[in-house]
């Protein structure tokens, strides 16, 4: 069996502040987050707009699109690196949002590749014949970990969840290739409030996003091509079988970097982070939602989705619409 995206959906928080307003924030102007990123706007999640709020809305548009009823929902992946509680899991906390009684339901943490990884979980279940329904998610409230004080890291990030429904089908075509890099995991890290060594300092610098952009940044340029190559050639694939690469959206100039690397048309690589800024998990599947919505995705068409981010982690999966 392979599994076959047939609804996809996403929320957006309500709130979005521009470049203008973090320049009231820290010392940066809209210009230069502008030409180093592509990043316009971002949108804050509210007090209610939690990390299961965003997914659980996100999940029941995507399963309206694929006229699927919640109780026919066998797993729920979530992707999310920002929870709102450690337990129980977002995705149990969906299921009981969305009434997906059946569903069995766990979380997945690789960062800005975690919907990658959660897609290839539910190819896997799918692929053994164990689940039919699987709903994949990306949710994020990254202002929650990001210093507003800090210009290096605030001005790339966002709040926001997007969906996919993935089913189980005899036919079609799905290909993964993925890479964790542990070792180099210090470049992009986090640390949970909830030790005993932030008793005294709740507050302190490690407990928000840590980031060495360079680092980050050279490495995204380099892996996302590579492993794009790999899976073409694995699959005895040219790049022009694919009609969109789905990047994650963290700056873009690294997507122009990976298409002039690829030597692929920069029209093949659709982009957002003007609207959302990186919202790390959830950036791939809102893009996703976008372009089905619009009518960019026809049956039989090749896309390729590839993403990067802490852990170091990476990956890129073929998917056939
Ligand atoms: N506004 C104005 N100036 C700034 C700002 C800002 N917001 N931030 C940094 N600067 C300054 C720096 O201090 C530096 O000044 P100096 O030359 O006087 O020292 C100058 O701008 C250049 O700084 P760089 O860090 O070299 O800027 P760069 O062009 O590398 O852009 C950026 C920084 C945007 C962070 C880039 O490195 C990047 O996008 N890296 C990848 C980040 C990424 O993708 N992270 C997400 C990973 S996904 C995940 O898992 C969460």
Redo the contacts with the bound molecule.
Sequence with gaps: MIGRICGTGSYIPKVAWDNNKLSEMVD?NDE??QE??GVVRRHIASGEETTSYMAAEAAKAALADASLAPDEVDLILVATISPERIMPSTSCEVQKKIGAVNATCMDVNA??TGFIFALNTAQAFIGQGIYKNVVVIGAESLSNLVNWQE??TC??FGDGAGAAVVRAGETGHYAQVTYSAGNGGNV?TCSSRNQKQFEEQPKAAETYMQ?D??E??KF?VSKVPEVIRELLDREGMQPDEVKYFVLHQ??ER?VRSVAKRLKEDIGKFPVNMGEYG?T?SASIPILLDELNKKGELRAGEHVILAGF??GLSYGASLIQW
């Design positions: 940066t230069w987050i180093r990123t960062a800005c210009r290096s001005i790339l992009l980031m952009g360079r980050v940044f995204a963290a700056n690294i990186n790390s981010g802490a």
